[in-house]
T-cell receptor, first 110, second 112 residues
Framework: KQEVTQIPAALSVPEGENLVLNCSFTDSAIYNLQWFRQDPGKGLTSLLLIQSSQREQTSGRLNASLDKSSGRSTLYIAASQPGDSATYLC?????????FGTGTSLTVIP | DAGITQSPRHKVTETGTPVTLRCHQTENHRYMYWYRQDPGHGLRLIHYSYGVKDTDKGEVSDGYSVSRSKTEDFLLTLESATSSQTSVYFCAIEEANTGELFFGEGSRLTVL
């Protein structure tokens, strides 16, 4: 069974800092990997989708990378802002099922 | 915005009562999912559907049933609610071409 891990569970950084969030998975046979943002009391908002044949995807200040062989994905946030404070989750799609990490709670301090 | 609407958004009910949550989508997606999200457990799949009248169980399906009589609506029913079903319930759709998942805003259910 695929297992998805996100470490650390919580992260606090000063505004303006560049940061990296990590997502690891145990089985490299994936269809795609997706990063989400979740604000308190809200649903999950899709940030970036990386197909298994891709190495990275970029959207604005966000860049996600995928290394299937090592079972790792990273979400890079450049020049962090207080509005980036949220929980970030990654999800692995095996083609049959989605497996979710438990998220990293990010706080950006003004 | 994938055009997903969940209702009700908030509900408080008593143990033993039936509850139905509705997920409505406007973009004709074939695959729809119901998840629950709980602290310490993350997102767990309850049931999913791959078309009208085609549904299957997820990892935490006990105590839940679903129906999909129209493409746009996926209903989650708790036949007799228990306190352990207090949770936030999320509906999701999968975009067929890319496999991208989109979520609704969630339905917060409290069972007293």
């Amino acid at each position: 069974k695929q297992e998805v891990t996100q470490i650390p569970a919580a992260l606090s950084v000063p505004e303006g800092e560049n940061l990296v969030l990590n997502c690891s998975f145990t089985d490299s046979a994936i269809y795609n990997l997706q990063w989400f943002r979740q604000d308190p009391g809200k649903g999950l908002t899709s940030l970036l989708l990386i197909q298994s044949s891709q190495r990275e995807q970029t959207s604005g200040r966000l860049n996600a990378s995928l290394d299937k062989s090592s079972g790792r994905s990273t979400l890079y946030i450049a020049a962090s802002q207080p509005g980036d404070s949220a929980t970030y989750l990654c999800a692995v799609n095996t083609g049959n099922q989605f497996y979710f990490g438990t998220g990293t709670s990010l706080t950006v301090i003004p | 915005d994938a055009g997903i609407t969940q209702s009700p958004r908030h509900k408080v009910t008593e143990t033993g009562t039936p509850v139905t949550l509705r997920c409505h989508q406007t973009e004709n997606h074939r695959y729809m999912y119901w998840y629950r999200q709980d602290p310490g457990h993350g997102l767990r799949l309850i049931h999913y559907s791959y078309g009208v009248k085609d549904t299957d169980k997820g990892e935490v399906s006990d105590g839940y049933s679903v129906s999909r009589s129209k493409t746009e609506d996926f209903l989650l029913t708790l036949e007799s609610a228990t306190s352990s079903q207090t949770s936030v319930y999320f509906c999701a759709i999968e975009e067929a071409n890319t496999g991208e998942l989109f979520f609704g805003e969630g339905s917060r259910l409290t069972v007293l």
